[in-house]
Structure formats: structure tokens, C-alpha cells
């Protein structure tokens, strides 16, 4: 992979540091009236999500990282891995548990879902923004009651329990908001 | 779309007008001579930390764009000019930042007569009238890396200077522990100077380490300081200041000095200034100078974080 100099390092460029793939957010540069120069550039870890800033000699030299965000057709998993796949080419990515992480909780086969390839392998799964998912489980609505501001635990078919409105009930299909985990809507088939 | 437009609002504009303005009557009402010295010249800084940048005429041998006015402006002191201001556009490979643009506006002066405590009274007075700063604090080197770092900046080894960034949270950087200036450039950027000139008050940091002298006089004790300053104003520094080295020999062996670790660093080479040399051999006035960055004080004038906001069109790889 090439390596870059600390002028050359913008952010959103992907560096290898302590062998993790980070995304450069800021890179500032430092320098005395006389003197020797910094660049002060703060990452973010792509794998563990820490924000880190470090500070490096003006004209230092930092390896890239090989990183690619492409979108994949989730198709099974196996207890061990997520099976992605390129629709294109077919080609399957496995994809481990800590690479999938919370998307586990939204995804059904035959979503496609952004994954970022580290050295050619899965490294995090993102969830599309929003889902669509059936209601597997769930008390007795209230009938006819379409209002009112009362909710209850409704379990998807990913096995996730959510909030839903009363009435909403077993074999609904829902709209639910990936990253807060809250219900949007009743959707259609 | 290209994107063409000025990235200065024009209040901006118009605040730099006026601070031209200001300088310059300031400059007028105590009789000090405003000049113009060439930007091209055939030989160039030796500071191991400024890099010149290189104009190719056509079919002709190349000239380095100035740093800073510094040398032609001590020729016209030498050749009994008086007392002498420039503002002028200098050149710095490799300098681009929230801080920094490769092209800035400097304004450079000399005070014939003036050592470095007298000259930090009268930028301390332009200060006042340029942007209505309270008296400024004075801090010696020394006292400063005391006081923000805990540490001896005239005795410390590279070894311990390394040891204090590391234990101050400033982390592991890849200079070497014989490169003691590094170190201590380390820590006046990243612990000393963003505590410098806080609450309306600029602040002098005088008295550098003899190495660090660059062009000022060194003045002999123990340990012996070299006789410059740095004027800050919240954490930023605004203008670098000496009183000026005279000795034509010493200035040779620091140009030759730069020239062998600039070697030694795989950097430029470029020729040293002889008509500068000449001019201190016939004879330099004693006198104190400093350069300051207009852009700078553009940027506190306007209460600016990004240089950009006060440049019509600022460098953008």
C-alpha cells in the first residue's frame, strides 16, 4: 500500500496505524515561528470507533491502509459468520461477529447493506438507515385505537424487541430507524 | 463548478485596508522610513526550517523567492539608511495550515539604537493602538517552560525534554534525543505558547536558547541566551523578534552551521548571502528588528480561527 507524507494527509484518507485501518478527521499543522514543524492529526480507530490524535514531524512518512466501502447483498449466516455477497461478480465475504455487530439486530437476508472491506475482508457491516420488518410476537392491540400515545414490546423477525404503538400487531410489517432502534411507521408488503 | 470565490468577507477586506493604514501612519508619526527590497534574490535563508521556494525565468539561471526581507533590509541599515519599516508578500515551502498560508503579508522593522527589551515596548505600543491590547506580559523562555512544562528548557537533555512530552501527554514523535531543539519546539508548540497572551494581555517570550538564536546576538552567561523574542497573543504567535546579530564573521559561521545540517538532513543547499555579509563586514548599525505577521494580527483583529477568513484567496492544494 502506498504511504503518504504528513503534507499530503487529508481527511477522510485511510492510514494503518498499530496495524488497524483508521480514517484521518482533522490534520493540523504546527510550527513555531522558527523550528521544526508538526502535523497533529487526529483519526478515528475504524474498527474500535476510538478518536485518537498524535502528533508527527512535518515530512514523516504514514502507510496507507487498504479500505474500500461497498455495498453487499447480506445472504445467510452460518453461527459463526454473515455471508455477504457482491451482486455483481457473486464473490461471498464472510463476515465475523464484532465485524457485524449491532446490524445483526436489523438485517434479513437479501438486504443489501454498505460493508467496509479491510485488506479485501469485512471489517464493520452498516444496516441500511431504515428496515422493514414483521412482528413476529406481541400482546393484543387495543382495537381500533390508532392514537393514543401508549406503546409495547413488539419481537421482529430478527429476534429484536422494539417499542411499537398498541396498535400494531402479529404479522404487521414495520418501518424501523436502524440507529436509535425506534419504530417509524407500518409499512406495506 | 470552479470554485472562484474570495474565501475573505468583505469586512475582512476592508479590516485589512485599514489596519495597512494604521501601520503606516504609525510608522509615519515616528519618523521611520518606509522601503521596498526585492523579493527575488540569487542566494537565500540557510535556516534548516524555512525552505524557499524557486522562479525559473525563462532560459535564465533560477531565483529564490525571499523568506523575508531580513537581508536587503540590513543592507540599507549598513548603507545608513535610519530607522526602517516594509510590509511585503514572503515565501515558505511547505507552510499551509489553519495557521499558515505559503504566501503571507509580513510587516518588518528596524530600530538602529534599539536592543530587544526597548523594541518589545514599541510593538507593545502598535499592539495597543493596532488592536487595543492591554500592556503586555513579559515572560523569558526559561520562566515559561518553567511555569506551563515543569521543565529546565536551558539545561534539560533531549533524553528528559522527550521524557516531559511523553509524561505531558504530547505522546511519542520521531526526532531523535540529540535533536534537543526539536524536542524543545515540541513542547513550546503543543504545552508552552497556546497558554501565551491570554486575556487581552499579548505576551513576550524573550531570551531564547543559544541555539535557537537564528539571527540575534548572544549574549554571554550561564548558560549564555540569545537575545530574541516571540510576541503572542492567545496562543498564537504573531511576530519573531532579535537584537540583531552584527559580527560578519559569526554570521558566517552560523550560515555555514545551517549549510552542513542542512546537509546532513538530505535538505537544499542554497547559496549564502554574500552582499549580506559584505554590508555587516563594512558595518550594521547596533539595532533590534521583528517581523510580524499581518495576517495574523488580521485573524485576532477579526476573531478568526483559519487564516483562509482573512486571505481574498488563500493557498489550497
Known amino acids: 500500500m502506498a504511504s503518504f ?30 523550528g521544526q514543524a508538526f502535523n497533529r492529526i487526529k483519526t478515528r480507530n475504524l474498527r474500535t470507533g476510538r478518536v485518537v490524535e498524535r502528533t508527527y514531524k512535518s515530512g514523516d512518512s504514514l502507510e496507507g491502509a487498504d479500505v474500500v466501502d461497498v455495498e453487499l447483498q447480506y445472504s445467510y449466516n452460518d453461527g459463526d459468520h454473515w455471508y455477504f455477497m457482491d451482486q455483481e461478480t457473486f464473490e461471498q465475504y464472510p463476515a465475523d461477529r464484532e465485524a457485524v455487530a449491532d446490524a445483526v439486530k436489523w438485517i434479513k437476508p437479501e438486504d443489501v447493506c454498505v460493508v467496509t472491506l479491510f485488506n479485501g475482508a469485512p471489517l464493520t457491516v452498516a444496516a441500511p438507515n431504515q428496515v422493514v420488518l414483521r412482528v413476529t410476537e406481541t400482546d393484543p ?21 422494539v417499542r411499537v404503538p398498541l396498535f400494531v400487531s402479529i404479522d404487521d410489517l414495520i418501518r424501523v430507524d436502524t440507529r436509535t432502534g425506534d419504530y417509524v411507521s407500518r409499512a406495506k408488503e | 463548478m470552479t470554485s472562484w470565490r474570495p474565501t475573505a468577507s468583505r469586512e475582512a477586506l476592508a479590516r485589512r485596508a485599514g489596519l495597512l493604514a494604521a501601520v503606516r501612519q504609525f510608522f509615519q508619526t515616528r519618523g521611520v522610513l518606509e522601503v521596498e527590497t526585492p523579493l527575488l534574490s540569487s542566494a537565500a535563508v540557510t535556516d534548516i526550517h524555512l525552505e524557499s521556494f524557486l522562479a525559473h525565468p525563462p532560459g535564465g539561471t533560477p531565483y529564490y523567492l525571499q523568506t523575508s526581507p531580513e537581508f536587503p533590509m540590513k543592507r540599507l541599515l549598513a548603507a545608513g539608511s535610519g530607522a526602517i519599516y516594509q510590509i511585503c508578500k514572503v515565501f515558505r515551502g511547505g507552510e499551509s495550515g489553519t495557521r499558515h498560508n505559503p504566501e503571507f503579508t509580513l ?12 523594541l518589545m515596548d514599541e510593538v507593545d505600543e502598535l499592539l495597543n493602538q493596532l488592536l487595543g491590547c492591554l500592556p503586555a506580559q513579559r515572560l523569558s523562555y526559561r520562566e515559561a517552560f518553567q511555569q506551563q512544562a515543569a521543565i529546565d528548557p536551558l539545561l534539560a537533555t533531549g533524553a528528559e525534554l522527550r521524557h516531559r512530552a511523553l509524561t505531558l501527554g504530547i505522546g511519542e514523535v520521531s526526532l531523535a534525543d540529540s535533536d534537543r531543539d526539536g524536542w524543545l519546539d515540541l513542547l513550546l508548540t503543543h504545552q508552552v505558547a497556546p497558554a501565551l497572551g491570554s486575556n487581552g494581555h499579548p505576551c513576550f517570550l524573550y531570551d531564547y536558547p543559544a541555539s535557537q538564536a537564528a539571527l540575534a546576538k548572544i549574549r554571554p552567561g550561564d548558560p549564555p541566551v540569545a537575545e530574541r523574542f516571540e510576541v503572542f497573543i492567545g496562543g498564537l504567535e504573531l511576530g519573531n523578534g532579535y537584537h540583531e546579530l552584527t559580527n560578519a564573521e559569526e554570521q558566517r559561521q552560523r550560515f555555514l552551521a545551517d549549510l552542513a545540517q542542512r546537509r546532513r538532513r538530505g535538505l537544499p543547499e542554497p547559496p549564502m548571502d554574500e552582499t549580506l555579509l559584505a ?11 521583528i517581523a510580524i505577521g499581518l495576517d495574523r494580527l488580521l485573524m485576532i483583529a477579526l476573531g478568526e480561527r483559519d487564516i483562509g477568513a482573512v486571505l481574498a484567496f488563500p493557498f489550497r492544494p
Open chain 1, 5 to 34: 507524507s504528513t503534507n499530503e494527509i487529508k481527511s477522510g484518507l485511510k492510514l494503518l496505524l498499530d496495524n488497524d485501518p483508521c480514517v484521518v478527521l482533522e490534520n493540523e499543522y504546527v510550527k513555531p515561528g522558527k
Open chain 1, 141 to 161: 392491540g387495543l382495537r381500533g385505537d390508532t392514537s393514543s400515545g401508549g406503546s409495547k414490546p413488539a419481537t421482529l423477525e430478527t429476534g429484536t424487541v
Open chain 2, 107 to 118: 510587516l518588518e522593522w528596524y530600530r538602529p539604537g534599539f536592543d530587544h527589551y526597548q
Open chain 2, 279 to 289: 554590508a555587516l563586514t563594512e558595518g550594521l548599525p547596533d539595532c533590534a528588528g
